[in-house]
Every structure is written in C-alpha cells, then in structure tokens.
C-alpha cells in the first residue's frame, strides 16, 4: 500500500468516525428535545373547577362541547348569550350578546 492510499484510508476513518459522532449527537438532541416537551406539558387535573360569572337569575339554556371548546348558551334578564370558554385552562374566549333585530 502507497502513502497515498494510506491517506486516504485514514481520511476515510477520518469522515465515517465523524459521521457517526455526528448521528449520536442529533439522536441525543432528538431525545432530549423529547423528553422535554413530555415533561413540559403537565396533565390537566381530572377534577378541574371553573367558575363562569354571570348576572343573577341567568339560566342555562344549554352547553355544547367541541374538544377544548365549551359553548354555553345562557338566558339572563338583559337578554340571551352564548360563551365560549376554553375548557382544559378555564378562561372565557368570546362572549357573544344576542340582541332582537328592531322589526321593519
């Protein structure tokens, strides 16, 4: 074997060494980057308690569940509503007033 073929197998060595070092280092990165979101996202208590303000003597009409979404269809003395309320972090998202369109 020449020196120059023996350069050239050392060059070889070299980049398949660097390549594989190179793949566990993004395999590691990869599991890490894992890991950490599973870890990041905690689960929602199973008995979670959201509470809704409204005005006294409102009545619920009805409630619709669409994945996280939670519509509820209120009856108040200032007239009809629809909330929609993220269920899994208990905060309201919209309000919606319902008004009687003046007759014509």
């Not at 793949?23 to 990041?40: E, H, P, T």
């Not at 509820?72 to 007033?97: C, F, M, N, S, Y």
Request: net charge positive.
């Amino acid at each position: 074997m020449t020196e120059a073929d023996r350069r050239q197998v050392r060059i070889l060595t070299a980049v398949v060494v660097g390549l594989g070092v190179l793949l566990l280092v993004g395999l590691a990165v990869l599991l890490a980057v894992v890991i950490m979101r599973a870890a990041g996202k905690p689960a929602a208590p199973a008995a979670a308690e959201m509470t809704l303000p409204v005005p006294r003597g409102t009545v619920v009409e009805g409630m619709t569940l669409d994945g996280n979404m939670l519509a509820v269809r209120l009856l108040h003395p200032a007239g009809r509503e629809i909330v929609v309320l993220d269920a899994r972090k208990g905060r309201v998202l919209r309000r919606l007033r319902l008004v009687e369109q003046a007759a014509q």
